[in-house]
């Protein structure tokens, strides 16, 4: 990767979007300093990703799973056209599939994934904040890491603790989530930026 120009992301996320529309919107703002937001593919609609990068004049592509007969066609779609404009990373939120072999091989170490827990506590599941408050624990949080051929494992990249009050619900703390999601993807971003700055 050539070092005088920004590092290019795309955004994939399958639902509407929250933390895709707040990177999105940060991005906007000047809050990246070596990176650009190139490409959202999402899939459901309404999503507030697509609306925010639509407003951003940021490209997006809309990839239906169910319009392919496979998980690995759905992906080497994609991974094809995210090979064709130049993305460097892939930043996955709130993405519900399972990357496969192909991809991965695609972009080695360049896929980024966000995960709500602290690693390695509750993994390989969709529900691990209703999981960490049915289980009662005091602390959980955010883990942003390296996706690989395991699921939720790969190299940690940046964690961010989230403290859970007496009597919590989901409801109460998923708002802490959304803050604290929004700062770990920009702290996530200056770090995979860094390591390219000083090479």
């Known amino acids: 990767m050539k070092k005088e120009r920004k590092l290019k992301w795309a955004i994939l996320t399958t639902g509407w979007g929250r933390n895709g529309k707040d990177t999105i ?13 190139s490409l959202l593919v999402y899939q459901s609609v309404p999503c507030g990703a697509q609306e925010a990068a639509e407003k951003a004049n940021i490209p997006t592509l809309r990839v239906i799973r169910k ?9 080497d779609f994609i991974s094809d056209e995210l090979l064709k404009r130049d993305i460097d ?16 091989k695609k972009f080695p170490n360049r896929i980024v994934n966000i995960h709500p827990s602290l690693f390695p506590s509750f993994l390989a599941t ?8 049915a289980y009662g624990v005091k602390i959980s949080g955010i883990t942003t890491h390296i ?5 939720d494992e790969g190299k940690i990249l940046c964690q961010e603790p989230i403290r859970f ?3 919590e619900t989901f409801e109460s703390v998923y708002p802490k ?11 996530t971003i200056a ?3 860094k390591s390219h700055l000083d090479n």
């Open 67 to 75: 319009d392919y007969g496979s998980p690995e066609e759905y992906q």
């Open 126 to 133: 969709t529900t691990a904040i209703q999981e960490a408050l």
């Open 165 to 167: 009050e007496d009597n």
């Open 89 to 104: 990373y892939v930043l996955l939120l709130s993405y519900k599939y399972i990357v496969r072999a192909g991809f991965l």
């Open 191 to 193: 770090l995979i930026e």
């Open 147 to 151: 996706i690989d051929d395991k699921i």
């Open 177 to 187: 989530f959304a803050k604290t999601a929004g700062k770990i993807i920009l702290d």
């Open 25 to 37: 919107e940060a991005f906007s703002e000047g809050k990246l300093n070596n990176s650009e937001i």
